[in-house]
């Protein structure tokens, strides 16, 4: 069967961000096309996060976002039938120093203005919500009971299975090549194949995103940088929340530390190096497994058994100020971002992707028009504000 070339929306990269959106999109009724150069779907960053899920974080939009992920991820098993590994479990962040103490506070006041559920809680409560937390020095730390974790690889499988039941076209091993442009508007892209037409493009290419602007004349920077991942052998479910621990590694290399326990008992984790990264490098260093160990067993000493089964490196789409860049582009007509995921593509995927649909669809997010505008395309991306949590 020859593949249609028009439509109403096509959207490129089918992953952390193109599956929901181009999901939402035929939700809409409107008739999508997805691209992606590699061979399936969510093969391109979206499989390399370990799949934390919050809306606690410091900027309002990103807050906003991720309650409409939270409640999109919840409720998905109900919606379609398909399990995708969604644990309510929270987030805990511990603190073990005063620096970490007055920084998590300080993000309190802002994180209750958008009714989180989060709280401080003392150190006794939380080695109650941590078992086996290590209890030297330990200060309390901020639990959110309402965040929690998703399998990526499920949710890509799931978003593109449902996005093509309601009708998306999906072409895999078919990068995108060139925009198709009417003078300052977007009319389709090319591809080897030749050339799909629609009036509405959504760049959602992750680190490639750059590229893709550059093709409509824009210079938009996303600036990849490298995090490293692992998972265990499956033990015996005793972790509820995604620990983050945000003291400085012993080591000097390594700032936030990230771990939890999967729906399958498996322990994920990854951490943010001090100094980052740059480029595009995903071979697994060496220096990775030894760091990480350490921190794992300093945080719960009793993992000092576990067993590691495999690690990756994979890749960030930075922003200059650290925050997603979501929405009409000012000058290119028809041309949507979704781009600059930073740490969060995953878990503001579905969030951003019912955004986007509204916009293109009805002329407007659908949550708050100026909370929304906050990561507009439009923003100074050098303004000096960066995001706390990113
Ligand atoms: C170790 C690690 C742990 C992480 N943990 C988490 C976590 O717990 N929670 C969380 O929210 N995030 C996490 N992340 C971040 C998350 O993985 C990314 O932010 C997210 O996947 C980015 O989503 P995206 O849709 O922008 O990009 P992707 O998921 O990479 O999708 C972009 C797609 O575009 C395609 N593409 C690119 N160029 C073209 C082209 N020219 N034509 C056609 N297709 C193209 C690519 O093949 C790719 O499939 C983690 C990342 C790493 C590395």
């Known amino acids: 069967m020859t593949t249609p070339t028009e439509f ?7 992953g952390s961000v193109g599956n929901p959106t181009a999901y939402f999109l035929e939700n ?46 919840s409720h998905w098993e109900e919606r379609t039938g398909t399990d995708i590994g969604w644990k309510k479990g ?31 809680v003392e150190a006794d409560e939380l080695k109650r919500v941590v078992p086996g937390i290590n209890e030297n020095g330990l200060r309390g730390g901020t639990y959110s009971p309402d965040d929690g974790q998703v399998s990526p690889l499920l949710a890509a499988e799931s978003f593109t299975r449902e996005a093509e039941r309601l009708g998306a076209v999906y072409r895999y091993g078919e990068p995108v090549t060139s925009l198709v442009m009417k003078g300052n508007a977007v009319a389709g892209v090319r591809t080897a194949n030749g050339e799909y037409r629609a009036t ?28 490293e991942g692992g998972i265990s052998a499956p033990v015996k479910p005793f972790l509820d929340p995604l620990i983050v621990d945000l003291r400085p590694g012993p080591e000097g290399k390594t700032i936030n530390f990230y771990f939890g326990q999967d729906a399958n008992g498996q322990i994920i984790f990854c951490y943010t190096p001090i100094a980052p990264i740059s480029g595009t490098n995903r071979n697994s260093t060496y220096e990775f497994m030894p760091i990480v160990a350490a921190r794992l067993v300093e945080v719960i000493p009793r993992l000092k058994n576990l067993m590691i089964r495999r690690v990756w490196r994979g890749l960030y789409p930075m922003t200059p100020d650290g925050s997603p860049i979501v929405g009409k582009t000012p000058t290119v007509e028809g041309l949507v971002l979704g781009v600059g995921m930073c740490g969060q593509g995953f878990m503001l995927g579905p969030g951003v992707g019912e955004n986007l649909a509204s916009l293109i669809a009805h002329g407007g997010p659908s949550i708050d028009p100026e909370v929304f505008g906050l990561l507009s395309p439009g ?12």
Request: proline fraction near 4%; charge should be neutral; include cysteine.
């Open 28 to 73: 809409e009724g409107l008739r999508t096309l997805v691209l992606d150069e590699l061979s399936a779907s969510g093969q391109g960053q979206n499989k390399a996060a370990i799949g934390g899920v919050r809306a606690t974080h410091s900027d309002p939009a990103k807050i906003k976002l991720c309650q409409e992920s939270i409640e999109i991820f």
């Open 8 to 14: 109403d929306a096509i959207v490129i990269g089918a």
């Open 379 to 390: 923003r100074d991306l050098y303004a000096g504000k960066k995001e706390a949590l990113k």
């Open 90 to 120: 929270g987030y805990c962040f511990p603190a073990f120093t005063e620096k970490v103490e007055a920084t998590i506070k300080g993000l309190l006041p802002v994180q209750k203005k958008f009714r989180l559920n989060i709280d401080w």
């Open 200 to 227: 509405t493009v959504v760049n959602a290419s992750g680190v490639n995103a750059s590229a893709i602007c550059r093709m409509a004349g824009l210079d938009v920077p996303i600036l990849p940088d490298s995090h």
